[in-house]
């Protein structure tokens, strides 16, 4: 910079010293614009997470001030029976869920990328559940699940002479049958995801395979499943987190006695606004969360790394 | 190899027709050339036979078999796409190799396939590359190569060398005739550019509005061309064309006249001298090209393009003359713009 200004005298007349140069503008903009989220993620965001870390490190339960006891609330819960099994349920949930939605949604995508007729029409119905309120939802799963003069389920299965099934009452199947209702409150918006990143690969590709004699199978293989790994990263990064937080689902079908029968339905989430909102065990439930935390982080950034694009 | 024979072929999106009856004959092994301004339906035509389009009406065959309802891969053929269409996910190996993806040959015959095309291409530096990181007209050649490692029936381009720069295209163009001469495979080529078409073909088929408007080696359609249009589209600079009348015997430019005599820029020589036909008029512009010169100039209010020999170069403003000797003129009616043979 000084050589060229120091040059310049002999070169080009020298330009005036302007203050506001065109860099500063754009800067003072940039910083004008980041301004509000920036201090609104500092302020509801970063500073309340940065908080919850130093409260697992008390004893806080809402009446006294909170005193430090170290890594007592950790070695706790890791020695706690309850845990293991929430954090069982909490995995399930996202090992059976993620891959479950993900593969229903995509077929079902794809076939309504194919329809011509009544394509808005199925699209819509299809994204209903997604902006149905939770509680309503499961409750109506409820009904749906109860024994045979009410419940539909058992009722259609008795026609055929099979058993009645409990369900929610059954330690066994509680948990699948909750998780039916997430995956489906979730498909809605996977279907629209999955339906925008199929409708972005241009047909001349289909087109040129099919010249080159490929088949719908080997299409779908080799052409539109690559093609859309993006979107399918994005959905298995979000599907999962949204099955490691579940809670919506299972509260509202377990009123009678939360994340039962017998804890066997009982996600992490749960244990967590049960210790701070039922036992008002503030400290121990923030080291729980930070444990959640701590499990979402390191799942999305392994499945980022194992889907990330080679090159 | 197959013969490829269009009968009454009509193509319709609802209402509106873009392919109007066409019929054609294209022998096995010969290079057919469609030109035609934008718009004309090239590119539906080889969509049609490629099988990606449906058929309206009339019949396509490939090798004797109406082809109507066969699907794209049943009926052989390769196809290289105006805008490309290789695969963003494969390394410029893959998408060439992705030719072969039926193909019954072993491993090592593919490999040495895409190598060969890699090689007359001049991709072999680039083989393990990603699309994106390729030149407009690198992907281009992607683009042909994955249709030469084949040993198709047929092979459709629909205009491969409109993003080559002009060295690499007149380069592409030697390739492709001789991969031709080399397979003696049938070849359906689309292009804009007429000197592509002349250079290029056995046969030259012209199509305007979804009409095939005159076919023939590319002698016949420089030399006879069937009207107006086809005169102009063909040669470049393209036809002058004047209204003209006859009078004792002679042609004379003559505005309102009955006929247009059409002259190529170069029957038309600048400078004093007898002909079957002479004009003169103010100069307007010169284009020197080297060997020779172009000499813009007004007359009967319209521009005419001359030539001159290179060191004659014209003043602006100035009158010149300029003549054609007998048998360059090219005569048309005025009204339905047909020709009238040549003079
Ligand atoms: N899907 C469609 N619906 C309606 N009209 C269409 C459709 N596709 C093409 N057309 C029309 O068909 C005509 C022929 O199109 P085509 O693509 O064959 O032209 P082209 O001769 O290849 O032109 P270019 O040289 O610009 O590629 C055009 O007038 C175009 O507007
Ligand atoms: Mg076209």
Redesign the pocket.
Known sequence: MAMTEQGAPTGRPNRPRVFWTMRRRQLLWVWGFLAVPVLFYGVIRFYPTGHAFWLSLTDWDLMSEPSFIGLDNYTRLFADPQFGRVFRNTFAYLIMGTPISLVLSFIIAYALDRVRFGHTFLRALYFLPFITTASAMAWVWRWFYQPAPIGVINDFLSGFGIPQLAFLNSTTWALPSIMVTAIWAGLGFQIIIFMAGLRAIPNTYYEAARIDGLGEWAILRRITLPLLKPTTVFLVVFSSIGFLRIFDQVYNMTTNDPGGPLGSTKPLVLMIYQTAFSSYEMGYAAAQTVVLFTILLVVSLLQLWILRERT | MATIALRNLVKS??K?D?IHGINLDIADGEFVVFV?P????????LRMIAGLEEISGGEILIGNEVVNELDPKRRNIAMVF?NYAIYPHMTVRQNIAFGLYTSPLSREEKDARVTEAATMLGLTALLDRRPAALSGGQRQRVAIGRAMVRDPAAFLFD?PLSNLDAQLRAQMRIEIKRLHQRLGTTIVY?T?DQVEAMTMADRIVV?RDGHILQSGTPTEIYEAPVNVFTAQFIGSPSMNLLPAAEVGGRIVAQSGGPLLVGLRPHDLVAGEGEGAFSISGEVTAVEPLGPETLVHFQTEGRTVIATAPARMVPAIGSTIQASAAAGALYLFDAKTEQAMGRR
């Open positions: 999106y609802g509106t873009v035609g934008s718009g004309c339906g090239k590119s539906t035509t105006q205009e689309v804009h199509m």
